[in-house]
């Protein structure tokens, strides 16, 4: 079975059983050495990534690009010809990269973040997510956005859901009939 965890192409509000939601099957759907980059920017909690720390240490710390983990990680994969992170393949194209999370980060931190509705773009450019069949968000889509508004303290993030696992759709159903409230995929209830 394919899994929508992996698969770029499923339509938003998917719903799917077996084992995508495992972490288990996640590091044994790539070949081992994607999986070993992929550790740079996922994880059970983002904040444990070298990404989010490397952004936090540039942020926060006031250290340059070229100074955190992240990027002198990336780098070298550039140097040896692996093009994992966002296809970059030289060091010009990976700084202008930088410049843009700089310039993400300052319109954040002024304006808040803007769900694409709000900013009149298509919703393919939301924040995605799926649900796991114990109610945890997975990230699809949009960890930049996620890591700044984790560093800023931003509550509450615009996202879609593409993909929900089977078994969280019956405890769902469970919560609707009884009235229960106590998760964010549950907010459509009361409306």
Known sequence: MKSPYFNAKIPFGTI???NWDKKDFQKYTLAHYE????KLIHSNDIRNTVFFKSL???YIKNIPWEKTIFFKKIYKLIQNNVYFY????NIKTLKKHFKYLDRLY???KTKGLKSQKQLKRAPQKEIKVD???NGKYLIRGGRHRICISKILDIAKIPVVIVARHRKWIKKREYAYKNNLKYHPDFNEFSQ
């Open 86 to 89: 966002k296809n970059i393949k």
């Open 56 to 58: 936090k240490n540039h």
């Open 106 to 108: 300052q319109s954040i």
């Open 16 to 18: 799917q059983g077996g």
């Open 35 to 38: 999986y070993k980059y992929y």
């Open 131 to 133: 649900i796991s069949r």
